[in-house]
């Protein structure tokens, strides 16, 4: 089984910064991409950025100048760097990576369970 594992949400005061993590574990070949998303109350699932393995990257335009995604392929981990951050970014950050198994196997997308990030004004 494939696993990924977010760490770093918090509660930060607005202006502050946070370092997200995303860890994969498991039977895995090869992952690409790496995303992170964000789900807030009441509002559907959306891109804040993903990173392919030649470290391509591309933002959603709400975080662009203040968030950064990097990859660590040796140690199959992605990081979300945030700063700056607003309000309006509190949601619950999930990372979401394209892996397969096996050399020949199909690219499944597997989900990690999210981690909180609240920002109070």
């Known amino acids: 089984q494939v696993q990924l594992v977010e760490s770093g949400g918090d509660l930060v005061q607005a202006g502050g910064s946070l370092r997200l993590s995303c860890a994969a574990s498991?039977?895995?070949?090869?992952?690409?991409?790496m995303g992170w998303y964000r789900q807030a109350p009441g509002k559907q699932r959306a891109l804040v950025a993903i990173?392919?393995?030649?470290?391509?990257?591309n933002y959603a335009d709400s975080v662009k100048g203040r968030f950064t995604i990097s990859r660590d392929n040796a140690k199959r981990t992605m990081y979300l760097q945030m700063n700056s951050l607003k309000p309006e970014d509190t949601a619950v950050y999930l990372c979401?990576?394209?892996?397969?198994?096996?050399?020949?196997?199909?690219?499944?997308?597997?989900w990690g369970r999210g981690t909180q990030v609240t920002v109070s004004s």
């Open positions: 990173i392919t393995t030649g470290d391509s990257t």
């Open positions: 979401g990576a394209g892996v397969t198994t096996s050399a020949s196997g199909s690219v499944r997308w597997v």
């Open positions: 498991g039977s895995i070949f090869s992952i690409n991409p």
